[in-house]
C-alpha cells in the first residue's frame, strides 16, 4: 500500500484505472482532471514527505507500464492527444524532435506578424521557435523608442 501522512491510500493503479476511458481509435483517455493545454494530473502518492506525488497522467503511464524516462528526454504522444494515455502511443523523444513532430509552432514558417521563422530572424529558446523582429519590436516599444515608421 502507499502511505500518505495520517491516513492511507488506495494503490496509485486502482486509482488511475478510474480515471481513464478507451476509446475507438485505440487511445486510452485521461477523463479526470487536466492540468494546461490538456494533459491529464494525476495525484499518484507521496514517495516523501518532501514529494507531492502529483505528476502528469501520461507520464505515470509510461513509466507505469515500460519503465523510467531517460534523463533529458520527454514523453511524445504518437497519437497526438493530449488526454491519451496508451503507453504504446507514448515515446521518449528529445524536446526538440518533439517540437518537430508537433502541429503548433514549428510547422510554421512565418510568425503571427508575418515574418519569416528563418535564417537570421530565427531564434530557438527553450525549445520554441521565436521571431527575433518581432522581439526587437517588443523591446522598442516596452522602452519607447521610436522606429521612425
Same mark, same amino acid.
Given at each position: 500500500?502507499?502511505?500518505?501522512?495520517?491516513?492511507?491510500?488506495?494503490?496509485?493503479?486502482?486509482?488511475?484505472?478510474?480515471?481513464?476511458?478507451?476509446?475507438?481509435?485505440?487511445?486510452?483517455?485521461?477523463?479526470?482532471?487536466?492540468?494546461?493545454?490538456?494533459?491529464?494530473?494525476?495525484?499518484?502518492?507521496?514517495? =516523501?514527505? $518532501?514529494?507531492?506525488?502529483?505528476?502528469?497522467?501520461? +507520464?505515470?503511464?509510461? #513509466?507505469? *507500464?515500460?519503465?523510467?524516462?531517460? @534523463?533529458?528526454?520527454?514523453?511524445?504522444?504518437?497519437?497526438?492527444?493530449?488526454?491519451?494515455?496508451?503507453?504504446?502511443?507514448?515515446?521518449?523523444?528529445?524536446?526538440?524532435?518533439?517540437?518537430?513532430?508537433?502541429?503548433?509552432?514549428?510547422?510554421?514558417?512565418?510568425?503571427?506578424?508575418?515574418?519569416?521563422? =528563418?535564417? $537570421?530572424?530565427?531564434?530557438?529558446?527553450?525549445?520554441? +521557435?521565436?521571431?527575433? #523582429?518581432? *522581439?526587437?519590436?517588443?523591446?522598442? @516599444?516596452?522602452?519607447?523608442?521610436?522606429?521612425?515608421?
Amino acid at each position: 500500500m502507499v502511505f500518505e501522512v495520517g491516513h492511507v491510500l488506495r494503490p496509485a493503479v486502482d486509482r488511475f484505472a478510474e480515471k481513464i476511458a478507451l476509446t475507438d481509435s485505440g487511445c486510452i483517455e485521461w477523463i479526470a482532471g487536466t492540468a494546461g493545454e490538456g494533459y491529464g494530473f494525476f495525484f499518484a502518492g507521496r514517495t =516523501s514527505l $518532501d514529494e507531492t506525488g502529483r505528476t502528469y497522467a501520461h +507520464r505515470w503511464s509510461y #513509466e507505469h *507500464h515500460i519503465g523510467p524516462i531517460p @534523463a533529458g528526454l520527454q514523453i511524445d504522444h504518437l497519437c497526438s492527444n493530449r488526454a491519451c494515455v496508451n503507453p504504446d502511443h507514448l515515446e521518449p523523444v528529445t524536446s526538440t524532435e518533439n517540437l518537430r513532430r508537433s502541429n503548433g509552432n514549428a510547422k510554421k514558417t512565418h510568425c503571427p506578424s508575418g515574418h519569416p521563422y =528563418s535564417g $537570421d530572424n530565427l531564434r530557438i529558446y527553450r525549445g520554441a +521557435r521565436l521571431c527575433r #523582429e518581432c *522581439h526587437r519590436n517588443y523591446d522598442r @516599444a516596452r522602452r519607447g523608442v521610436k522606429t521612425g515608421i
